[in-house]
């Protein structure tokens, strides 16, 4: 069974920084595709950050400089830098399992279609 347990959301002010974790298991971490995605109240679904089985990422426009997805192959573990946090940055945060096979056929897409198992999302919260 494939697992996603995200953690290190909170509350943070404006021009913070903030570390996501996801911890997996249940599949071969080591070249699985991943990515991050968020959703803002009333707002839907967006891809902010997905890494191929070789390790290029892809970022969405509004983060980009300022959030860094990362890989722990040792630990299985995906993570998500963000630095210089805005408070259009408070959402639901969620890690996900990307369809490889998908974002191969559409390199550089950020769409949530392509995701094929979700975490359960941790909260960031951006005061100003």
């Known amino acids: 069974e494939v697992q996603l347990v995200e953690s290190g959301g909170g509350s943070v002010q404006a021009g913070g920084s903030v570390r996501l974790s996801c911890a997996t298991s249940?599949?071969?971490?080591?070249?699985?595709?991943m990515g991050w995605f968020r959703q803002a109240p009333e707002k839907e679904r967006e891809g902010i950050a997905i890494i191929n089985g070789v390790g290029s990422t892809t970022y969405a426009d509004s983060v980009k400089g300022r959030f860094t997805l990362s890989k722990d192959k040792a630990e299985s573990r995906l993570y998500l830098q963000m630095t210089s946090l805005k408070p259009e940055d408070t959402a639901m945060y969620y890690c996900?399992?990307?369809?490889?096979?998908?974002?191969?056929?559409?390199?550089?897409?950020?769409?949530?279609?392509?995701?094929?198992?979700w975490g359960q999302g941790t909260q960031v919260t951006v005061s100003s």
């Open positions: 249940g599949f071969i971490f080591l070249t699985s595709c």
């Open positions: 996900a399992r990307v369809q490889c096979w998908l974002l191969s056929v559409r390199p550089g897409t950020l769409a949530s279609s392509i995701v094929s198992d």
